[in-house]
């Protein structure tokens, strides 16, 4: 079966400094992947989306960065933190019939 | 108009309550649409998918209007344990875009 894994699960990070954000899949081969950004109380925000090795889709311009070095990782990245860059980051792939499935999210909290 | 949107809630039910929540899309090609229920601090999963005119799980029923471009969820003798946020979903043509709507939350009470 699938799986899908993301780490870490906390952290917390000043302002200004980088950001390294890792998610893996297991039991599938070519997944579409996902990174997603829920702030406190809000919808869930599409950040990139990758549909194969070195293909990156950015759907909102900011200070994130996303790569995809395996067919089963999904990084994402940045050089300096903002404030606004809190939030609980989640890492998804979608099977078949689009049907989305999340890791379990790493909650990012920027002092 | 929004691309998704949700009843803004919060849905305050007592337990044995049949409750409903509707979803709006703008994106009138969109062919899947998926229910997701996210509890506090985790993160989503998913609970339904509807493709034709609806879907039934159980307790929950989906049903898809496409000429008024909404789907709702109406849920059954509610129980404690369907307290979270119930998320709409719809994906693009290609499975590459997905737009969640704000989500809408529910609370069972005893």
């Known amino acids: 079966s699938q799986t899908i894994h993301q780490w870490p699960a906390t952290l917390v990070q000043p302002v200004g400094s980088p950001l390294s954000l890792e998610c893996t899949v297991e039991?599938?081969?070519?997944?579409?992947l996902y990174w997603y950004r829920q702030a406190a109380g809000r919808g869930l925000q599409l950040l990139f989306y990758?549909?194969?090795?070195?293909?990156i889709s950015s759907e909102v311009p900011q200070n994130l960065s996303a790569s995809r070095p395996q067919d089963r990782q999904f990084i994402l990245s940045s050089k300096k933190l903002l404030l606004s860059d809190s939030g609980f980051y989640l890492c998804?792939?979608?099977?078949?019939?689009?049907?989305?499935?999340f890791g379990p999210g790493t909650r990012l909290t920027v002092t | 108009r929004k691309e998704v949107e949700q009843d803004p809630g919060p849905f305050n039910v007592p337990e044995g309550a049949t409750v409903a929540f509707n979803c709006t899309y703008s994106?009138?090609?969109?062919?899947?649409f998926f229910w997701y229920r996210q509890d506090c601090r985790k993160e989503p999963k998913l609970l339904m998918s509807v493709y034709s005119s609806g879907n039934e799980d159980g307790r929950f029923t989906a049903q898809l209007n496409r000429a008024s471009q909404y789907i709702s969820l109406l849920i059954r003798d509610s129980k404690l344990s369907d307290s979270a946020t119930y998320l709409c979903v719809v994906p693009d043509n290609y499975g590459q875009n997905f737009v969640f709507g704000p989500g809408t939350r529910l609370s069972v009470l005893p």
């Open positions: 994106n009138s090609a969109s062919q899947s």
């Open positions: 998804a792939w979608t099977g078949e019939v689009y049907e989305q499935y």
């Open positions: 039991g599938t081969s070519n997944p579409n």
């Open positions: 990758s549909v194969g090795i070195g293909q």
